[in-house]
């Protein structure tokens, strides 16, 4: 399939995903579901670096966080839409993981890893102390009951508009795979060392997976503030992040784009779940139970499962 069809095929996806919840006609629904895209998007953001380049990132939360915190300083600031707020926040974030790739460009497997963790900290520090977005007392974000222009409610908007960002970053995602520079990650994830001796621009293709893995993480946070109208360190900079962020990727195959999508649609309704019959707090110790199964019963996630499958079959 051409990208110009997989966008077509991806647009009425997303539509028919909105006209079913539309239909269902319980607000949960676009709550709960708004949760899952989030999870969509960071997990692809996370998969073009972790996946694609073979660079675990444990950072993701401050990616994240620094998207949602761009939003509450222009919410401040100016009148402007998310639309156009969810951009600004993946610059912001997106020059962070330039930064971040350039800073440890000489570091690899699990230093490079630490370093990102070590940048959450950071990040969470700085926020904690920067008063004007309220620092460790957090920030309020007054949420319109309805869209004026467009008269929806808000939460079925917040749930439009991170269905199109999902759309977004799964078609840049496929876009990445089949291309020379997705060629390129492969060849850093399968040894980098080989590929710098074999002229491959090592440096230049990290930073691009570090950049455009930040702004995407980014724009998935910008909208947060909208949703959960109370912002705070602890909010923002959330363990479940980073862990669903490793979590879903690993857990769906972090071999293709549809990876990250299985395994956020698994452990996100999985979470959902569990948050309504049960309690959020045991979110983690599901998203933990759930990876320790699949490292154990399919290390290369359910992709690499159905493939092995696939080929035993073939073979049969």
């Not at 195959?253 to 990876?259: A, D, E």
């Not at 290390?299 to 035993?312: A, E, I, S």
């Amino acid at each position: 399939m051409s990208g110009a069809k997989f966008v077509v095929a991806l647009l009425i996806a997303a539509g028919l995903v909105f006209g079913a919840a539309w239909l269902i006609g319980n607000a949960y629904v676009f709550f709960a579901g708004y949760v899952v895209l989030q999870y969509i998007a960071l997990a692809t953001a996370w998969n073009i670096l972790g996946g694609y380049t073979g660079y675990v990132n444990f950072g993701t939360a401050a990616f994240f966080a620094l998207g949602a915190y761009t939003t509450v300083v222009l919410h401040k600031l100016t009148s402007l839409p998310l639309p156009i707020m969810m951009p600004i926040g993946g610059i912001v974030s997106g020059i962070v993981g330039l930064g971040t790739g350039y800073l440890t460009l000489r570091l690899r497997g699990a230093f490079f890893s630490i370093a990102t963790l070590a940048l959450a900290v950071v990040a969470q520090t700085l926020i904690t102390n920067w008063d004007f977005v309220g620092g460790s007392r957090g920030a309020y974000i007054v949420r319109p009951l309805t869209v004026p222009l467009l008269g929806m409610d808000y939460i079925q908007y917040l749930f439009l508009v991170m269905l199109g960002l999902v759309v977004i970053v799964l078609a840049t995602a496929r876009a990445i795979e089949r291309s020379r520079l997705g060629y390129g990650f492969a060849t850093i994830r399968d040894d980098e060392v080989a590929a710098e001796a074999s002229g491959v621009p090592t440096l230049r293709l990290k930073l691009v997976a570090t950049t455009l893995s930040g702004a995407f993480m980014g724009m998935a946070g910008a909208p947060l503030p909208y949703y959960v109208t109370y912002l705070d360190p602890a909010s923002g900079f959330n363990l479940a992040y980073a862990v669903n962020g490793v979590a879903m990727p690993l857990v769906g195959g972090t071999s293709s784009w549809l990876g990250p999508v299985i395994g956020a649609v698994l452990l996100g309704t999985l979470q959902q779940v569990v948050t309504v019959t049960i309690s959020s707090a045991v979110n983690l110790l599901v998203v933990g139970l759930v990876l320790v199964a699949f490292v154990i019963v399919a290390p290369n996630g359910v992709l690499g499962l159905l493939r092995l499958r696939g080929g035993r079959h073939g073979h049969d």
